[in-house]
């Protein structure tokens, strides 16, 4: 039994009066409570949790607060390890569980050198060590804040914890610490009554309830002494709000709000066959034989080798991270095992799956649409007549003391057509070939034009200056007249 486990920091409940600017956030935890003494842990009831040495080998001799935990979802499982007899506990078990550290109770600062201190003293890094410091980041306001808390529902985690900046810790129920949560109401059926104990004897105890699926409840609490004394009649309707429900399907803390006098159970089951309710769509229940651990906001909590135990960040915990604490060095850059792209930096392509298969320069990050930097000879060398502004760009040509041999001229003419004649491009290289391939399979993406020369337009302007070329020669019979001269010397 342990009198300074019963007296942790606890929470009061945030409200859209009180602007969350500047405080920080961390997620709230869905696992068990647990104080560290220095030497064990407990519960919020001061009972002994019995860990195995291994799991608790690591951490320092002095009082932490923080939770049991492994995973969003799986608090059921979570507590069904933790809490077991000494003669029952299955030491590997604990391996799928971290402890999350959120304060350290005796270190007298505030709240910023708790978190430093922590951050300097539970050796992360240590395979050796089952427990990660909880990562926290400033809040920039109400949207801000809700925006977190929407991204935690959807992944599947209870809430937001928002820690008020230069806090002390506090043995007691605090202003300075506040829990942001997603509740949802709903109406159920009044079933029965059960009686009160204690300050509640000859009163109401808790509503004996059901849910337009037929599961069965009990309402306890968010009465006052009135309605205990003349609670709501058997068969009347009340709205109440929970957090989530349980792996049955059973509404966890459900709380009392009001009686609905304007609703009758048939109108609310009715009502459920339109827009159903959180209560009565089928739970996905996690599976209970883990692989991994899974990180929360703004912390990763590293995967663990089956055989060796030792700490891995693999790709899943990296796609989970969404701010990573400064002083973990779990993330380092993994080496790079990917094939080296054969176009190296002059690769044009920006493909995910290309760029995800293949290495590319760090040098030239950038991709861009590249074309060949060396033109390739005129077939007709000096004897060519076309002023054409693209077929000078793309082919270089001698002067005219030099000249080429006019059988090469000729047996290329008879080879070629006279239209192919004026069409000849350049070679098309590989990547070239891609280029216009991807160009005419992606007509409406946008590319990399950083380049001087806009390679993306140009395919179509040397067809415009082709048709228009070919028009030109039609016209002219000159042009064709040389070529037969050159053809029959």
């Known amino acids: 039994m342990s009198q300074a486990a019963t007296q942790v ?37 001061g ?32 507590i069904s390890i933790v809490k077991k007899q000494a003669n029952k506990v299955v030491p590997d078990d604990y391996k799928l569980l971290t402890y999350l550290v959120f304060d350290a109770p005796s270190h007298g600062g505030k709240y910023e050198d708790r978190v430093k201190w922590l951050q300097a003293n539970v050796p992360q890094d240590d395979d050796k060590c089952y427990a990660t410091i909880v ?39 605090s202003s300075t610490l506040l829990k942001v949560k997603t509740f949802y ?79 009758t159970w048939n109108d609310v089951l009715e009502a459920a066959k339109t827009k159903k309710p959180v209560s009565v769509i089928q739970k996905v229940v996690p599976t209970t034989k883990l692989s ?8 990763v909590i590293p995967s663990r080798d089956v055989k060796s135990g030792k700490k891995i960040v693999t790709s899943d915990d990296e796609d989970e991270e969404t701010q990573v604490p400064s002083s973990s060095s779990t993330n380092k850059n993994k080496k790079d095992t990917r094939e080296l792209c054969q176009y190296g930096d002059k690769c044009y392509r920006t493909n995910p799956d290309h760029l995800k298969q293949y290495q590319h320069p760090t040098v030239k990050s950038k991709s861009k649409l590249t074309k060949s930097k060396t033109k390739p000879p005129c077939t007709f060398g000096s004897k060519c007549n076309r002023q054409s502004s693209v077929h000078l760009a793309n082919f270089s040509h001698p002067s005219k003391s030099e000249s080429h041999d006019p059988i090469d001229i000729a ?79």
């Open 47 to 78: 009972n002994l949790f019995h860990a195995p040495d291994f799991f608790k080998a690591a951490l320092p001799k002095v009082p932490l607060d923080g939770e049991i935990w492994c995973g969003r979802g799986l608090f059921q499982k979570c």
């Open 135 to 173: 990562g926290i980041k400033k809040c920039q306001g109400a949207d801000d804040l809700k925006q977190c808390l929407a991204n935690v529902n959807a992944a599947g985690g209870e809430g937001i914890m928002l820690r008020k900046p230069g806090s002390l810790y506090e043995n007691k129920r």
């Open 9 to 45: 920091l606890l929470a009061e409940t945030w409200n859209e009066n009180i602007d969350p600017t500047g405080w920080w956030m961390s997620e709230k935890l869905d696992g068990v409570r647990a104080y560290w003494s220095g030497s064990n842990f407990y519960s919020r009831q």
């Open 185 to 263: 109401d709903e109406e159920a059926l009044v079933i029965g009554h059960k009686p009160g104990k204690g300050n509640c004897t000859g009163m109401l105890g808790a509503l004996e309830c059901q849910l337009p699926n037929g599961k069965r409840f009990d309402v306890g609490s968010g009465f006052n002494m009135d309605q205990r004394r003349k609670p709501p009649k058997i068969k009347s309707v009340i709205t109440f709000k929970f957090q989530e429900l349980s792996n049955a399907g059973i509404p966890r803390f459900p709380v009392f709000l009001r009686m609905r006098t304007d609703l």
């Open 292 to 299: 991994k651990q899974h990180s929360i906001l703004f912390s």
């Open 411 to 489: 047996a290329q003419e008879e080879l070629l057509d006279p239209d192919d004649l004026v069409e000849i491009e350049e070679p098309a290289s590989p990547t070239t070939t891609d280029n216009l391939l991807v160009k005419d399979k992606n007509k409406d993406r946008q590319f990399d034009t950083n380049d001087d020369d806009d390679d993306d337009d140009q395919p179509s302007t040397i067809n415009k200056k082709t048709t228009k070329r070919k028009r030109n020669l039609e016209e002219k019979p000159t042009v064709r007249s040389t070529r037969k001269r050159i053809k029959k010397s």
